[in-house]
Nanobody, 121 residues
């Protein structure tokens, strides 16, 4: 059984910062891409940032220069440092990881439960 557990959400004023964490645990052989998505009320879930196992990153245009994704492979953890937050960043943030597991052996996508971020103006 594999679990992704997020933490670090909360309420912050515009211009502030938050750091999200997502730790994967369970019977994990390897983790490929790890990413953060967000879903605002009444909208579809969208990719915010992704990081490969080698450390390459990609960002959604609206967060470039403000958000930084990173990972600690030894801890199976991905982070999202969010600076200069804006009210439009308000959403539930989800992490996703592509993980190699056994029984049957294969790569599967796993999601966290989500953590809420609210940015007040």
């Amino acid at each position: 059984q594999v679990r992704l557990v997020e933490s670090g959400g909360g309420l912050v004023q515009a211009g502030g910062s938050l750091r999200l964490s997502c730790a994967a645990s369970g019977s994990i052989f390897s983790i490929n891409d790890m990413g953060w998505y967000r879903q605002a009320p009444g909208k579809q879930r969208k990719l915010v940032a992704v990081i490969t196992s080698g450390g390459s990153t990609n960002y959604e245009d609206s967060v470039k220069g403000r958000f930084t994704i990173s990972r600690d492979n030894a801890k199976n953890t991905v982070y999202l440092q969010m600076n200069s937050l804006k009210p439009e960043d308000t959403a539930v943030y989800y992490c996703k990881a592509r993980i190699l597991v056994a029984g049957p052996m294969g790569w599967y996508d796993y999601w966290g439960q989500g953590t809420e971020v609210t940015v007040s103006s």
